[in-house]
């Protein structure tokens, strides 16, 4: 008679195992064959439309998918530099082209691109030379593809700058090149040329505003040890001074 009672017992334990464990089967095959997931050129209920492929945006590009072909983007035709602009360069490029060089390149390039930045002063790597026969020789695509993919210690400023704004900083270089190495042949026959000098005192400074661009010495470790060494010789010598100072009221204390 008591034998009875744990077989109900156990068939009711089995059974209730069983029912659990194909719930979990059923549970585990309907998410592997019924994912959640929209499947390309597969219809949908989800959709009104029917459609689970969602309408591309008009005009969108997809990253990395942009025309690397076109010389406006890459600087390059078959693969090398060219001393070509691809649109025309006005006024208003230069212009915007001295506007963005100003934000972005004078800080280690210097306004003149001599180099000598006020970051390169603070003893950041030094940057190239603009006005150097080597880098003033260079197709102008060059200054473009270095702005979009850096070169040496200069990072890439593909995304601080766009496309429109790397070609006008270019032209702009080109200009500034000129004006730093232009001679009498390059003015244009009928105008006047005048004195930077003279062209300070028509905006109202003084006869003596204008000098010599100067280069500063650059901050570097030997400097900083003179710098060091001259406030230790300081010290010392104020030291000395109070202590010499301070001897006589010593004596006449002992006296």
Request: hydrophobic letters at 40%; charged letters at 20%.
């Amino acid at each position: 008679m008591r034998i009875r009672p744990l077989l109900s017992v156990s068939r009711w334990t089995l059974a209730s195992v069983g029912v659990l464990l194909l719930a979990m089967t059923s549970g585990c095959r309907q998410d592997m064959q019924n994912q959640p997931k929209m499947i390309p050129q597969r219809g949908t209920t989800f959709f009104a439309s029917g459609r689970s492929v969602r309408p591309e945006v008009l005009h969108a590009v997809a990253r990395n998918q942009l025309d690397a072909n076109e010389y406006f983007h890459t600087g390059l035709i078959d693969g090398k530099e060219q001393d070509a602009m691809p649109f025309p360069v006005t006024m208003t490029v230069l212009l915007r082209g001295q506007e963005r060089y100003n934000i972005y390149c004078m800080p280690c390039h210097s306004r003149v691109g001599n180099g000598r930045g006020m970051i390169v002063e603070r003893g950041y790597t030094p940057a190239g030379n603009l006005n150097e026969t080597l880098i003033r020789n260079k197709p102008i695509s060059h200054y473009f593809y270095v702005m979009t993919h850096g070169y040496g210690a200069m990072p890439d400023y593909s995304a601080q700058i766009t496309p429109p704004d790397r070609w006008a900083i270019a032209a702009y270089i080109r200009a500034l090149q000129l004006s730093q190495d232009a001679t009498m042949k390059d003015v244009p026959v009928g105008v006047a040329v005048q004195k930077l000098s003279e062209v300070s005192e028509q905006m109202g400074y003084a006869p003596n505003f204008v000098g010599d661009w100067a280069i500063p010495q650059q901050t570097d470790v030997s400097s900083a040890n003179v710098l060091k060494s001259a406030g230790a010789t300081v010290r010392n010598d104020a030291t000395s001074a109070a202590t010499a100072k301070a001897a006589p009221a010593t004596s006449k204390g002992k006296k």
